[in-house]
């Protein structure tokens, strides 16, 4: 874990030396890894919701229905997050705050 650590302190202080060129080329890498992980934090979790409401359904089908509305209610909450990410990440590729 400190070699990674090092290793990104150490590529981080090379782009902030470096020309805007090498600069532009980390902040694609940065937006790419960054929505790239927000992707996959919300797919987990809309699967995680998704089976704990078949679950909750399948235990007791008379509140399926409510289940359903507080399940679309949580994944739209999800999905947000992921929105969010990629703002941030088109704010790093096009109106680079770094440049």
């Given amino acids: 874990m ?3 650590l090092f290793l990104m302190v150490a590529f981080a202080s090379f782009a902030f030396a470096a ?3 090498t600069l532009k ?5 940065a937006a ?3 929505l790239g992980i927000a992707a ?4 987990v979790g809309m699967g995680n919701t998704a089976a704990a409401t078949i679950a909750g359904t399948a235990r007791n089908p008379g509140v399926g229905g409510k289940l359903m509305t507080t399940m679309f209610i949580a994944l739209a909450m999800i999905e947000a997050q992921v929105i969010y990410a990629l703002v941030v990440s088109l704010i790093i590729l096009y109106a680079n ?3």
Avoid at 25 to 29: E, G, K, N, T
Wanted: no cysteine; proline share 5%; aromatic share 10%.
């Fill in 25 to 29: 080329a980390y902040s694609v890498i």
């Fill in 97 to 99: 705050p770094f440049m």
């Fill in 32 to 34: 790419a890894l960054g």
């Fill in 40 to 43: 996959l934090g919300g797919a």
């Fill in 2 to 4: 400190k070699k990674i």
């Fill in 19 to 21: 020309d805007g060129e």
